[in-house]
């Protein structure tokens, strides 16, 4: 878990050390050139940086040790703060750009000097792909060791800091090649339609990718499932068990970023001691913390199926 942490944490940093110098430069040539697609840039970049901050709290509140109010740990508070950042995305960014686009195509500005404009768009391409390179290597290491391809494992991780630093790096190498097409367009038509276009279809792709993570951390605060994989291979670590007869339910629920939570009813063979089926509780318990590294929590209850007579 620790090290999962610190890897996120390192990926973490890195996107929002690119996003905070990005933002100044799309500022400044956004400023010099008058587009509303630049501008738009730079509200994207800002709200990213917001969104990195947000999600180093995110990252280091998760890591906080168990304690007497919060048996479980504080993991969900790593889905709270990671839903915020999503949150500051869809007001900073997206809000933004959408509104912004709009003023340009109803009321029109006349478009300076593009050239600081375009150098930023491409440095920023470059500085956005290497820190997209960093989150999307940590997600192909993270799916080789689960046996799932990267992006089965995208879509079902825990590990909200790197979802979003993934999504949102996506975003940003998108929203550059817009914000280019942007520029491109007005410049050749002359017609600041283009530019305000292009910042208002940034607002959207960031509306999306917004509203993507909040339900995704909504879910995850909620109290959500492990992946249906991951069930199916406690369940058979349980069945597996000699002493136990049948595994009559199993409920799972991820406690944090990577942290699952295991209960279940077990009906024990009839045959089976007392003292039996305390060491069976005991050795399911530590060959399912041994299988899935990211089981915390194991709670079995000896429950009788029933039998007809």
């Not at 400023?31 to 709200?47: P, Q, R, T």
């Not at 280091?60 to 969900?76: L, N, Q, T, V, Y």
């Not at 991780?157 to 630093?165: C, E, H, I, Q, Y």
Request: with cysteine; proline share 3%; hydrophobic share 50%.
């Amino acid at each position: 878990m620790e090290e999962k942490s610190g890897e996120s944490l390192g990926t973490v940093l890195v996107a929002g050390a690119a996003n905070l110098t990005i933002a100044l430069a799309k500022l400044i040539a956004g400023l010099i050139g008058g587009s509303a697609a630049m501008l738009s840039e730079a509200a994207h970049s800002a709200a990213d940086t917001v969104t990195e901050l947000l999600l180093l709290v995110s990252v280091r509140r998760s890591d906080k040790p168990a304690d007497r109010r919060h048996p479980f740990g504080h993991g969900k508070a790593g889905f709270f703060w990671a839903m915020m950042a999503a949150v500051a995305t869809l007001v900073g960014g997206a809000g933004f750009s959408i509104t912004h686009g709009l003023h340009e195509i109803g009321h029109g500005e006349e478009l300076a000097n593009l050239t600081p404009s375009y150098i930023v768009l491409a440095v920023s391409f470059v500085i956005e792909g290497i820190s997209f390179a960093k989150a999307f290597s940590q997600l192909r290491g993270e799916a080789g060791r689960h046996g799932v391809s990267p992006l089965r494992l995208v879509r079902l991780t825990s590990d909200t800091a790197l979802k979003a630093v993934l999504f949102e790096d996506a975003a940003a190498l998108a929203g550059l090649l817009i914000a280019g097409g942007g520029l491109l367009g007005s410049q050749l038509t002359g017609s600041a339609l283009w530019d305000g276009a292009a910042s208002v279809a940034i607002g959207l792709l960031l509306l999306a990718v917004a509203l993507t993570l909040i339900q995704s951390n909504m879910s995850l605060l909620i109290g959500q499932a492990a992946p249906q994989q991951l069930e199916t291979g406690i369940r058979a670590v349980l069945a597996g068990q000699p002493e136990v007869e049948n595994v009559v339910e199993l409920l799972t629920m991820m406690i944090g970023p990577g942290a699952i939570l295991v209960a279940a009813k077990i009906d024990f063979r009839d045959e089976a001691s007392a003292a039996g089926v305390e060491r069976a509780c005991e050795e399911v318990d530590r060959r399912l913390r041994d299988t899935f590294p990211g089981v915390r929590q194991v709670f079995l209850d000896p429950t009788p199926t029933r039998r007809r007579l």
